[in-house]
């Protein structure tokens, strides 16, 4: 399978219009809020109802920037996607005209990626560019080409776009990665569905997300079922048919609320937010001294124990699931930067995920990055609003957390990152009883 180890593609997407929020810090936020449907699940759900060519529906599906976007990319390959109300969406990919996935889309939102797969199996071939994304990394695409050609798919690279054709049809088979990614996982399990024959995916990445997806597939007449904790299995079919799905309740944002009630000491209870997929965030958070209680669907959150500086440092290191996950370690690191003692972050993931920290420490804290997988944080530090920027969309929720704990306003810049991912934040925040506003840049 040689061939040129692609280059990063740099495209320069359209300029967004610019915003900020507006923080005042120092309010121990309480009340209830409900939890949105996972991006990390819906992206994929519209990707894999490209599958059949009768009408899927997807319901709890979140009002984020990403989905529009993946919505509108669906739209500019011939896909109908409708959008009967907020949090719904139907989709009918009959006659698919044109499978190209433009270098605008993959520059904004790296999932775009994750139409290679139901595209070349329904469809034979595409062309798709090499995906952009959050700048937490090289992020390369390697894996999710070599599991395409281990199930027949032939893939050349040239100037930042992948050409993809099966003759015929995909042939199940062996997929083997060399270490756990969530995407390749569920780009090779989609291709899978309509391959020739039995497919073998590990190790397959056991995030709920995936779990999600599979649930999904399964109601379109999929047979595709997870026989091991990291191992997926597929026999492929000839077709799919349409189904109706709810999305997965997002616990990278259930995490975010459960800091942002940790570090502004307040209590909150957030509502659709099942625990059971936040195993190692909510033992961290025990031993960090936050009260969190479960119930069927309810998370109470009691964060008191900042007033009488009872958080403890804590030693965290990011893995795939059911490990901590590794985008909860930015909100974490917050939370750390309140906790008294010295606690060491490790991302195991990602090689650039700590480098936002630097913002963090202009607010006060007391943070080092030892390298691009490691960095301690000593506290408590009191954090004091300034100007900061966002990179990325998680690093962007945590300065929300950071200026939420912090005394005076803090403006951040790049709001743009954090509507990507996360539902109507500032509402969310303000019924919480946060101070804070979202403006475009120079107002
Ligand atoms: C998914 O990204 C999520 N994104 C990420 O969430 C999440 O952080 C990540 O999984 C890990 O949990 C979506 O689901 C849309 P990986 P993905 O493939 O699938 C390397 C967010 O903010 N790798 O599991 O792209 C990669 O560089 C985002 O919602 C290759 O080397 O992540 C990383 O080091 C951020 N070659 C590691 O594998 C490849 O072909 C794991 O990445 C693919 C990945």
């Given at each position: ?121 329904r469809f034979g071939r595409v062309i798709i560019s090499n995906p952009g994304g959050d700048r937490i ?307």
């Amino acid at each position: 399978m040689a061939d040129a180890r692609p280059f990063h593609w740099e495209f320069t997407p359209p300029p967004v219009p610019r915003e900020i929020f507006r923080v005042e810090g120092g309010r121990p936020l309480h009340g209830r809020v409900a939890v949105s449907g996972s991006k990390n699940a819906a992206l994929k759900l519209l990707a894999a109802a490209t599958l059949t060519g009768e009408r899927c529906r997807l319901t709890n599906v979140p009002e984020i920037e990403d989905v529009r976007v993946m919505a509108e990319t669906l739209r500019d390959l011939g896909v109908v996607v409708d959008h009967p109300a907020a949090n719904v969406y139907e989709i009918a990919s009959g006659d698919v005209d044109w499978l190209f996935v433009p270098l605008e889309a993959a520059a904004k939102m790296r999932a775009s990626f994750i139409l290679l797969g139901p595209l070349l199996a329904r469809f034979g071939r595409v062309i798709i560019s090499n995906p952009g994304g959050d700048r937490i990394g090289r992020r390369p695409v390697d894996l999710h080409v070599d599991a395409m050609r281990a199930l027949g798919a032939s893939i050349d690279y040239r100037n930042g776009y992948y050409f993809a054709t099966a003759p015929g049809r995909l042939r199940g088979g062996e997929v083997r990665f060399p270490f756990v990614s969530v995407m390749g996982t569920e780009n090779a399990m989609l291709a899978a569905t309509l391959a020739e024959g039995h497919t073998v995916i590990r190790p397959a990445a056991q995030e709920p997300e995936v779990d999600d997806l599979i649930g999904f597939l399964q109601a379109m007449g999929a047979a595709v079922k997870r026989t091991q904790p990291d191992t997926i299995e597929v026999e492929g079919r000839k077709r799919l048919r349409g189904a109706d799905h709810r999305v997965v309740p997002d616990r990278i944002e259930t995490g975010t609320f459960v800091i942002a009630a940790a570090v502004t000491g307040g209590r909150i209870t957030l509502k659709g937010a099942p625990c059971d997929h936040l195993g190692a965030f909510l033992e961290t958070m025990g031993l960090i001294g936050v009260g969190v209680t479960c119930g069927s669907d309810t998370i109470e959150v009691d964060g008191s124990a900042l007033h009488d500086g009872g958080f403890r440092a804590c030693d965290i290191e990011t893995a795939p699931y059911p490990g901590l996950a590794t985008d909860l370690q930015p909100p974490t690191a917050v939370l750390l930067s309140q906790a008294n003692g010295v606690s060491r972050i490790h991302e195991t993931i990602f090689e650039d995920r700590l480098e936002w920290l630097s913002e963090v420490r202009r607010m006060g804290a007391s943070v080092e990055v030892l390298d691009p997988h490691h960095a301690t944080i000593t506290g408590p530090s009191t954090l004091v609003g300034t100007e900061v920027e966002i990179g990325d969309l998680r690093a962007g929720a945590s300065l929300i957390l950071a200026a939420l704990a912090a005394q005076g306003t803090t403006t951040i810049h790049g709001a743009h990152h954090v509507h990507r991912g996360y539902e109507n934040i500032e509402r969310k925040f303000l019924d919480l009883g946060a101070s804070i506003s979202r403006t475009a840049e120079g107002q």
